[in-house]
């Protein structure tokens, strides 16, 4: 389907349930991007159209219809290429890139944005200086369009983040990691919660990108010896792996609260914790076999 009917869609269901653009897109996307998606200009992707037609009571099933199977396939492919960056899956990260490449037009900015972003973490895990990571990095953020900070306070912008976006600012300050340079990277990190906390966690890519942020504020307040905060951040972060079942960043928040426990004291506790992450890593694993046996099935 076109972009212009795509749009048609849109603009038709909301003016039907008497919303406004405001009312419609907070949460999900920037008021100007839902006025270009009504217009024509330009065609969401799968999850946004699914969270705006969502919000007006629209089936679901009726998105995918319209906005096409390449397009669903697209967006899985990005939330599995930020998830093997996430969780350092050299070998998911290539084979999802490979798969990528393949439905990737030549002309289209945010797919090269994925893709240079993904050859650029390829590059880093082989060894890669994280100086000039940190400037490939800024140069492929840029592409989108978006600052990097704002001029007038010297503040990282806050906007309409795309997945790609925040995921570029979250490697970013894992760049800069080895200056232990702590309150900076801190501000930075709770900018983009901040962010994610405002808009809802509407859309499956907010919800893992929140769980990633969480990690980091939590591993980078143990480092700084705020082992209260470490504790808080890893069990915001593990409640909503339970709620969505994202149980793929659980084991490493298990360890990483496991340490904070320790050093509280708190020893019955961590040994709990340390458990529970044995437990997930076994059910993850038979997961992956369970996998592999069904796709052997002919």
């Known amino acids: 389907m076109e972009c212009y009917e795509i749009g048609s869609v849109v603009r038709s269901a909301r003016i039907r349930h008497g919303m406004t653009q405001e009312d419609l897109a907070f949460g999900i996307c920037a008021v100007s991007t ?26 679901p099933g009726r998105c995918i219809l319209l906005v096409g199977e390449q397009e669903l396939q697209r967006q899985r492919i990005q939330e599995e290429i ?22 990737s ?10 893709l240079s972003l993904g050859e650029t973490v390829l590059h880093w895990w082989s060894g890669g200086e994280a100086v000039n990571i940190e400037q490939v990095l800024q140069r492929i953020l840029e592409m989108s369009g978006m600052p990097l900070a704002d001029e007038e306070s010297g503040c990282q912008a806050v906007g309409s983040y795309t997945a790609c976006e925040i995921l ?31 808009a809802d966690l509407n859309l499956r890519w907010q919800k893992q990108a929140y769980i990633s942020v969480c990690y980091q504020l939590a591993d980078l307040s143990f480092l700084s010896g705020e ?3 470490s504790i808080r951040y890893c069990r915001d972060a593990l409640i909503l792996c339970v709620q969505t079942g ?14 904070g426990m320790t050093k509280r004291g708190d020893t019955k506790r961590a040994g709990e914790a340390k458990a529970f992450a044995c437990v997930i890593d076994k059910m993850l694993a038979e ?3 369970l996998l592999k046996f069904i796709e052997g099935i002919l």
């Open 287 to 289: 997961q992956s076999c």
């Open 34 to 59: 839902l006025s270009k998606i009504e217009r024509g200009i330009c065609s969401p992707k799968i999850g946004t159209f699914e969270a705006l037609m969502e919000r007006m009571g629209e089936l």
């Open 82 to 103: 930020a998830l093997a960056i996430r969780l350092g899956n050299r070998m998911h990260l290539v084979q999802q890139l490979e798969l990528y490449r393949e439905l």
């Open 227 to 229: 082992y209260p905060g």
């Open 168 to 198: 570029i600012r979250q490697l970013l300050v894992a760049c800069r990691s080895g200056l232990r340079e702590f309150d900076g990277d801190i501000l930075q990190l709770r900018r983009l919660l901040e962010y994610l906390t405002a």
């Open 246 to 259: 994202e149980f793929r960043y659980a084991p490493m928040l298990l360890s990483l609260l496991a340490s």
């Open 105 to 114: 037009g030549d002309n289209n900015r945010q797919e090269q944005q994925w």
